[in-house]
């Protein structure tokens, strides 16, 4: 080969052969088995061509023999056998209608069994001519949906935005390396990471230097770094070993306020502040503030200092979205935003018992050892569909263990918990004399994600006003970028859930964040006592609280909208069993 393959087109590599195989109708472990590798490689921060050419692929978690080999051949000849055959077999065009929004391998492959669609033109044809609403699954939504999808000028290649939690270990790695050197003066993450947003496009960084042209060149020299795109004195354009583009712009200490201030957007936050001020005669650009009445052009090294020029209170990062923050720095009616210290336990969390990792023990000792008073350990009930799952006999046993644990720790609370499947009728997995005897109650919906909107609203509500119930985890059970939000009307549960004194959750774990920003808002405006939660599967994933804290500072909510910012007295004394 001339070239040496990038990790993310290896990775692409691998999530086509699974897609293939998928729309060949492979077994499911097969497919899930090339999906994970092509995560690991994607997200290497070192080169895994250079590794298979050392023979050292193996060495990357989800990497076995077999795919080390695949790896080999695609970088030696540019194509992996087993893929080459199912392309021999399966139409060109295929693949990439598996990447229309609202598709995927069997859905495609039902649209081409039954319609023969087997090209984007094929699938806009039928979609025009309400073909696909003959197939079984498909209606005149899914039809619009493909037309919407097609016109916003979807083209069958995966669009991969970056999941928050990936792009931002990159970007505080990138970071601390600028901060490291010796001619960097101040670095800040800018962009859509600063604001914790749920994905990002691409990683952007913003610094200050006392040699601008030194510092570049130690940036491209970062060991995440692939390839440079373009680099100057005034900043360089990368990507990294895992595809994600960064952009490093560099600016003179007495502007990098201003310039922080630009690059952390919101794009539509910047218009707007822009718009707001001009009527008072403002000029705000990436460098400095400008005043028509006085003719002075004012450059912040700080953002407090821009704002503070514009009339406004500091505006943090995540209220940057133009959602209404503009008028209320101006007016003073921000709120205090809550922060991950105010959090105070944690109220999801799985074992050994179930899908988990570690023990209860395990998990208990990291909870504590993370600063929190108490911690529901919270497996899966007896139908969830993955892994192990708790009996009703077994979870008697678990109470036990878990009563132990909790004896044998001092000033720390461990609490016997479930986290019950919610079942289609809207019962959950355990008798009630069951549940009564835990301490804590979590109930989601694991199961029958499309039953439509009215019977999954009905479902959920039904769950909400079980007495015995706490709290909804993961109220929509969308995973981002990958599997949409099922049909429920969340107005209806968010009442439910006021009505009843049921907290919601805001899932921390990065690929739910459910409920999102903008729904955590409005349940949190309508009475609803929001709850944060890790769904840790082991003690490590604990530290995903960041990002739900994070979701609950884009929507506005400050330590008393959320549960477990208290003691856990208190936190159980705002349920209405107490
Ligand atoms: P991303 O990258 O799509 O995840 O989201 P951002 O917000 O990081 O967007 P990006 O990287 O395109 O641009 C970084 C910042 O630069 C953005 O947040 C605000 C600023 N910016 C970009 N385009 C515009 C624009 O058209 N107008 C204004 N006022 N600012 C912009
Ligand atoms: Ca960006
Ligand atoms: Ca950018
Ligand atoms: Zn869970």
Do not use: M, S, W
């Given at each position: 080969m001339a070239r040496t393959l990038k990790n993310s087109e290896i990775a692409d590599a691998f999530e086509e052969l699974a897609t293939l195989y998928e729309l060949d109708g492979a077994v499911l472990y097969r497919v899930v088995a090339y999906r994970t590798a092509a995560k690991s490689i994607r997200e290497s921060g070192v080169s895994v061509a250079q590794m298979a050419a050392q023979g050292q692929a193996e060495q990357l978690s989800g990497i076995g023999k077999t795919i080390a080999e695949k790896i080999a051949a695609l970088v030696e000849t540019g194509s992996i056998p087993a893929a080459d055959k199912l392309k021999a077999r399966i139409p060109a065009g295929l693949v990439a209608i598996t990447n229309i929004p609202g598709l995927g391998p069997k859905r495609t492959r039902l649209l081409y069994e039954e319609l023969r669609i087997e090209s984007l033109e094929d699938l806009r044809r039928a979609a025009e001519d309400q073909r696909?609403?003959?197939?079984?699954?498909?209606?005149a939504k899914a039809e619009e949906k493909v037309l919407t999808a097609l016109a916003a000028?979807?083209?069958?290649?995966p669009r991969i935005r970056t999941l928050l939690s990936s792009a931002l270990a990159l970007g505080e790695e990138l970071v601390e390396g600028l901060r490291d050197h010796e001619a960097s003066l101040r670095v800040e993450l800018a962009g859509s990471a600063r604001r914790w947003?749920?994905?990002?496009k691409d990683l952007d960084i913003v610094a200050a230097a006392t040699d601008p042209a030194a510092l570049v060149e130690a940036f491209t020299r970062l060991?995440?770094?692939?390839?440079?795109?373009t680099s100057g004195e005034a900043g360089a354009k990368a990507l990294t070993h895992r595809g994600l583009t960064v952009d490093l712009r560099i600016v003179a200490q007495e502007s990098f306020g201003n310039l922080l201030q630009h690059f952390t957007g919101s794009a539509r936050h910047n218009e707007a502040l822009r718009t707001k001020v001009v009527k008072r005669g403002l000029h705000v650009s990436e460098y400095s503030v400008t005043d028509d009445a006085t003719g002075a052009v004012h450059r912040c090294t700080t953002e407090e200092e821009v704002y503070e020029l514009l009339g406004m209170a500091y505006i943090e990062p995540?209220?940057?979205?133009?959602?209404?923050e503009l008028d209320a720095a101006s007016s003073g009616e921000l709120p205090e935003l809550l922060t991950l210290a105010d959090i105070r336990g944690d109220l999801h969390c799985h074992t050994t018992a179930s899908d988990g990792r570690d023990s209860i023990e395990q998990m208990a000792r990291a909870a504590q050892e993370r600063g929190y008073g108490y911690v529901a350990i919270t497996d899966h009930s007896a139908t969830h569909g993955f892994g192990n799952h708790v009996t009703p006999d077994e979870l008697k046993r678990q109470i036990e263990r878990i009563r132990a644990v909790d004896a044998a720790m001092e000033d720390f609370r461990v609490l016997a918990g479930t986290e019950t499947n919610v079942l289609p009728d809207g019962s959950?997995?355990?008798?009630d004399d069951l549940l009564a005897e835990l301490d804590w109650v979590v109930a989601s919906v694991h199961t029958s994600f499309g039953i439509g909107e009215n019977e999954m609203t009905d479902r959920m509500v039904a769950a909400i006003e079980h007495p015995l119930v706490d709290v909804i985890g993961h109220p929509t059970g969308r995973l981002i970028g990958r599997r949409e939000p099922y049909a429920v009307d969340l107005g209806r549960v968010i009442e439910a859930a006021a009505r009843t004194h049921t907290f919601l959750e805001i899932n921390a774990n990065p690929n739910r964040r459910d409920l999102d920003d903008v729904h955590a808002r409005v349940a949190a405006r309508a009475g609803v006592t929001i709850l944060i939660d890790s769904d840790a599967h082991g003690t490590e994933t604990l530290a995903n609280m960041r990002f739900g804290v994070a979701t609950a500072r884009r929507a506005w909510l400050s330590a008393a909208d959320v549960a477990n910012t208290r003691s856990w007295d208190d936190l159980r004394a705002l349920r209405p069993r107490g």
């Open positions: 696909l609403r003959t197939v079984q699954g498909f209606g000028g979807a083209d069958g290649r947003a749920e994905t990002c060991p995440a770094i692939d390839e440079v795109v995540e209220l940057r979205e133009n959602r209404g959950v997995d355990y008798k």
